[in-house]
Each structure stands twice: as C-alpha cells, then as structure tokens.
C-alpha cells in the first residue's frame, strides 16, 4: 500500500525557515517524481514544486522558487521542502504527491498533509 | 502560466442527477489535464487524467472530455458520496496550474 506521511510543519515567524519532510511506502520511491501542492486555509490548491527521479530535475512555481528547495534522499525514501523567508502567504497545508506511473506531472497518491503557519 | 477557470463556482444538485463541470484553460494545453476530487478534511483524489482516461478504480459513472480548451467532466448520476470539490489540473507547461474548483453541493 502506497503512503505518503508528511511532518515538520508548525509556527514559525515571517522571515524565518522551516524544513517539511515526506516519508515514502509501499512503492519504488527512487523511481517516482514527488512534487509538493500546497492549499491555503479555506483555498484552492497550488502546486509548489517537484522532483524528478534519475535526473533530479526541479521546477518551481513563481511565487516560491529562489525561497524554497526541493530535495529527496532516496536511500531514506524521503522527499523534502526546505522553506526560506517565509511569507504569510505561505500559510497552507503542504501535501506531498507522487507522479503517477507514466506520467510524473499529475498526482496518483497524495499525504494526508502538514500545516504550516506564518504568522507574527 | 496557463490560467484555468472552472465554473461554476457551486454547482446544487440532487443524487441521481447529472453533474457537469466546466475547466476552461487560457490557451492550449493540448489534452494535459485532469480531474481530482477532494472532500473535506481529505487529500484529493485523481479522478481522470489527459482530459478522458479514469485512473484506476474510479467508478465509470465519472468520465471527461475536450473541445479545444474546453474541458468537461460529467458525473452521469451522482451518488451520495460524489459530493465534493472539483478541481482540474493542466500538466502541458510549467507552472503547473489548478482551476480554483467547483463545489458540487446536495440541493
């Protein structure tokens, strides 16, 4: 059975950093994109970022790439989001998402999700 | 970036009923999108993906089409536990982008 178990979210301060984790099972994480979708309270969803097996590629969106990384250690099945200078606006819950199958930019499996909130 | 506007914003609908959801996208993504569905205090779930194809284990009654950059997604007759968000997803340019849903409500 494929899970994914999102941690590391919590309160932090705008400005500040923070570091989310997504722990991989129940599937070849090595080779399977993981993006991270973030939803706002009481929004819609936005996807944040992704990783792609083999290469290691990554995209961003606009509204966080130069303050957010995405990594993943495969020995660990791991993937992670490391958030800098943060922003109010960031203020969501972080899912992360496997590629599905063939086809790495859409999202066959999702976290239950790790709220992250930035506030003052 | 590619917008995508879903409409309506609510859709009230008794079960049983035929649902129709709109996704338009603000220029061609070819067929690059798909459908999730996520209910309250949950993740989403994808429902369709490259505008038609269920993905696996979603029941036959869901189903997607497109015209130009028009995309629908028609629920023939909703079941009880059909009631939820909606959103689309397009994959055919980075950002990847989300519509901003469509509530499909019990009237």
């Known amino acids: 059975e494929v899970q994914l178990l999102e941690s590391g979210g919590g309160l932090v301060q705008p400005g500040e950093s923070l570091r989310v984790s997504c722990a991989a099972s129940?599937?070849?994480?090595?080779?399977?994109?993981m993006s991270w979708v973030r939803q706002a309270p009481r929004k819609g969803l936005e996807w944040v970022s992704i990783?792609?097996?083999?290469?290691?590629?990554?995209y961003y969106s606009g509204s966080v790439e130069g303050r957010f990384t995405i990594s993943r250690d495969n020995s660990k099945n791991t993937l992670y989001l490391q958030m800098n200078n943060l922003r109010p606006e960031d203020t969501a819950v972080y899912y992360c998402?496997?590629?599905?199958?063939?086809?790495?930019?859409?999202?066959?499996?999702w976290g239950q999700g790790t709220l992250v909130t930035v506030s003052s | 970036e590619i917008v995508l506007t879903q409409s309506p914003a609510t859709l009230s609908l008794s079960p049983g009923e035929r649902a129709t959801l709109s996704c338009r996208a603000s220029q061609s993504v070819s067929s690059y999108l798909a459908w999730y569905q996520q209910k309250p205090g949950q993740a989403p779930r994808l429902l369709i993906y490259?505008?038609?194809i269920r993905a696996t284990g979603i029941p036959a009654r869901f189903s997607g089409s497109v015209s130009g950059t028009d995309f629908t997604l028609t629920i023939s007759s909703l079941e009880p536990e059909d009631f939820a968000l909606y959103y689309c997803q397009q994959r055919n340019s980075w950002p990847l982008t989300f519509g901003g849903g469509t509530k499909v409500e019990i009237k």
């Open positions: 490259d505008a038609f």
């Open positions: 990783i792609f097996s083999g290469s290691g590629n990554t």
């Open positions: 998402a496997r590629g599905g199958g063939h086809i790495p930019t859409y999202f066959d499996y």
């Open positions: 129940g599937f070849t994480f090595s080779n399977s994109a």
